[in-house]
């Protein structure tokens, strides 16, 4: 998965230029010709979204937005490649868009799989686990 990765500062620059979503449409064809973008999608800033935090046992709701926060997550793509070297080169090709700060982040971050839960989880549960996976209930 890689983020995009933003300050609630950030948040307030709005919706992408015309140029720079063009860009990114851009940099996406590629992804997709590549074969490796298996989803991506921006996010509304964090004024339209809420924090659930659990607390020594305790649960709360944070209604956004988290202007508070030092980085927050701005969109994804969810990509398959072959190692994350691969990720790497992929990501430093995104367009940069100047309007949001000297500084802008992609992380990524590898998906665990079933197998590497093999070392501590029965293999019964692993099983069922990659059940709900296959069904999309997961």
């Given at each position: 998965m890689v983020?995009?990765?933003g300050?609630?500062?950030d948040e307030s620059q709005g919706q992408p230029s015309q140029e720079m979503f063009e860009?990114?449409?851009a940099y996406n064809e590629q992804l997709v010709k590549a074969g490796i973008?298996?989803?991506g999608e921006g996010l509304k800033p964090s004024d339209a979204g809420a924090q659930v935090v659990f607390t020594a046992g305790e649960t709360s709701v944070v209604d956004g937005p988290f202007?508070?926060?030092k980085e927050?997550?701005?969109g994804?793509?969810?990509w398959e490649v072959s190692s994350l070297a691969e990720a790497v080169e992929w990501a430093r090709r995104c367009p940069f868009d100047p309007r949001y700060g000297a500084t802008q982040i992609l992380e990524i971050r590898p998906f665990f799989d079933?197998?590497?839960f093999a070392e501590v989880v029965d293999s019964q549960t692993l099983a069922k686990g990659q059940e709900l996976i296959e069904r999309g209930d997961a």
């Open positions: 983020m995009t990765k300050t609630g500062a860009k990114m449409q973008l298996l989803a202007t508070e926060s927050i997550i701005a994804y793509w969810i079933m197998a590497d």
